[in-house]
């Protein structure tokens, strides 16, 4: 596809910044539920059940890399700061790394203290080696601020813990990476888990039955 250098350029900054501003969207939504109370991964499988529209809706995590923050707020100095949404997306992704730090807090009873989290995952996306923006640091950095010591592991990357000594020795698990050796874990250990990693609702879904002529009578499955 041929286009000038100035309609390349931005077609490169809004589809990373429409991509940011999708993991923001879902970002918040968690950041909700789970600030209520609300298992957010069962209103997520919910919403996605049977309900063509909703397949594209993104799952929250860490939105890093080099690209997706950078392109957007290039985007947004490029309109003169006026790229409101992108401005609010950046919020809302740099925040769920002190929104984890926060969760493990209150799961630790509400100080960290003295506490050992295992930080599982430092690099900014999964299976992959690569650091660069990785908002697994801050995650890091806000939990030792509060007091607690970090035992990061990630497979990718050298001298980090030894995952079984970080898993056993740690009173709270931080998934920062969900890196697929992880699913052979089962956490024993209250846990934050953003990614829905380790989550397994179960819903209680009922069909019709189309052959009964009682039209409230429903199966569940």
């Known amino acids: 596809i041929r286009l000038t250098p100035l309609e390349a350029e931005m077609a490169k900054l809004m589809a990373n910044s429409w991509r940011y501003l ?15 109370g609300v298992d957010f991964y069962r209103v997520y499988q919910a919403i996605r059940h049977k309900y063509p529209r909703a397949q594209g809706y993104k799952a929250p995590g860490l939105a890093a890399g080099p690209c997706l923050f950078k392109d957007t707020m290039q985007l947004a100095s490029f309109f ?8 609010s997306a950046m919020l809302v992704n ?3 790394a002190t929104f984890m730090v926060d969760r493990t807090e209150k799961l630790l009873g509400g100080s960290l203290w003295g506490k ?39 497979p990718f990357l050298p001298g980090t813990t030894e995952l079984e000594k970080a898993v056993a020795s740690a009173d709270a698990i931080v998934l920062g990476t969900p890196h ?21 609702p179960q819903l209680d879904i009922y069909t019709r039955d189309e052959s009964d002529t009682d039209m409230d009578t429903e199966k569940k499955v």
């Open 22 to 36: 999708e993991f923001a969207i879902a970002n918040q939504f968690y950041m909700i539920a789970e600030e209520n």
């Open 80 to 87: 003169d700061h006026q790229f409101y949404m992108g401005h």
């Open 180 to 200: 697929s050796c992880y699913k052979a874990i089962t956490p024993k250990k209250p846990f934050v888990d953003v990614w829905g990693f380790f989550s397994k």
């Open 116 to 154: 050992t989290v295992a930080l599982l995952g430092m690099t900014f996306k999964a299976d992959n080696d690569d650091i660069r923006e990785s908002l697994s640091f801050r995650v890091k950095k806000g939990l030792e601020f509060k007091g607690a010591t970090v035992l990061c592991n990630d």
């Open 94 to 96: 740099e925040g769920l």
